[in-house]
Every structure is written in structure tokens, then in C-alpha cells.
């Protein structure tokens, strides 16, 4: 039952918002958000095109994980092995490598596509205080 949101700029690198530097070259045709309620055991899955850079950032998605009674958690996605990672300030802020490589998620081509799209699987696990 918990609420997964995500939002990403477009092939562009521009985001669906208003303050975004790159309003001019926004896809009209990209939504650039999903929102998707968990079910029993917390699976979820968006379709949505393989995150890009754009100036100062490497690629990511943006996940924010909402249960009732619980603050919300937000966090980024990262492609691994993305030479632009290790440049990324958020990234890098991240913790130690390990930690890193937790915010990672490798993109591999889907068999079953005739159109060469990719998969790709981020697990969030999140812990909480029962309530007295």
C-alpha cells in the first residue's frame, strides 16, 4: 500500500516544470512523472525511457515513497556504471561505495522486445518504528 512517485527529465534533459533552464527543447509528448500504489508484497513498475544527463547531473530518476503514518522518503536512481556518476555531487554524497552502488540500477535489454527496450529493477526497502 505505499505510494510510489518518480519524475525525470525528458530525452531533452529538460524537466515538466516551470523552472526548468530548458523549457524551449521540452518533449510535449513526455510525461515525465509516474505515480504507482504498491501492492501486497511492495512491487511496483513504471515504463518510462532510460534517464539522461543533462548539465551538472548524471542520469537518475527521482523516487519519492509514501505510506500512510510514515514521513515520506525521497531518493535518485543512478545508471550504474554511468561514467558521469563519480562527478555527480549528489552522488557522490551518497555515502561510501557501497552505499552508492545501492542507488544503482543496471539497464539490460529486455528479451521479449522487438524494439530494443530495456529493464531495469530498483528495490526500495524501508524499515519502520511500530507504533505503540
Same mark, same amino acid.
Given at each position: 500500500?505505499?505510494?510510489?512517485?518518480?519524475? =525525470?527529465?525528458?530525452?531533452?534533459?529538460?524537466?515538466?516544470?516551470?523552472?526548468?533552464?530548458?523549457?524551449?527543447?521540452?518533449?510535449?509528448?513526455?510525461?515525465?512523472?509516474?505515480?504507482?500504489?504498491?501492492?501486497?508484497?511492495?512491487?511496483?513498475?513504471?515504463?518510462?525511457?532510460?534517464?539522461?544527463?543533462?548539465?551538472?547531473?548524471?542520469?537518475?530518476?527521482?523516487? =519519492?515513497?509514501?505510506?500512510?503514518?510514515?514521513?515520506?522518503?525521497?531518493? =535518485?536512481?543512478?545508471?550504474?556504471?554511468?561514467?558521469?556518476?563519480?562527478?555527480?555531487?549528489?552522488?557522490?554524497?551518497?555515502?561510501?561505495?557501497?552505499?552508492?552502488?545501492?542507488?544503482?540500477?543496471?539497464?539490460?535489454?529486455?528479451?521479449?522486445?522487438?524494439?530494443?527496450?530495456?529493464?531495469?529493477?530498483?528495490?526500495?526497502?524501508?524499515?519502520?518504528?511500530? =507504533?505503540?
Amino acid at each position: 500500500g505505499a505510494l510510489v512517485e518518480i519524475w =525525470q527529465c525528458d530525452n531533452n534533459g529538460a524537466y515538466l516544470h516551470s523552472g526548468t533552464g530548458n523549457r524551449d527543447k521540452r518533449d510535449g509528448n513526455f510525461q515525465g512523472f509516474g505515480r504507482f500504489l504498491t501492492g501486497n508484497s511492495g512491487e511496483y513498475y513504471f515504463r518510462t525511457i532510460k534517464p539522461v544527463a543533462y548539465p551538472g547531473r548524471t542520469p537518475h530518476v527521482h523516487y =519519492q515513497v509514501k505510506v500512510k503514518g510514515q514521513d515520506k522518503f525521497t531518493t =535518485q536512481c543512478y545508471v550504474k556504471g554511468h561514467p558521469q556518476n563519480e562527478r555527480d555531487f549528489v552522488f557522490r554524497g551518497a555515502g561510501d561505495a557501497k552505499a552508492r552502488d545501492l542507488l544503482c540500477a543496471e539497464f539490460v535489454p529486455l528479451p521479449s522486445s522487438k524494439i530494443g527496450e530495456l529493464s531495469a529493477k530498483f528495490d526500495i526497502v524501508l524499515g519502520f518504528t511500530p =507504533q505503540a
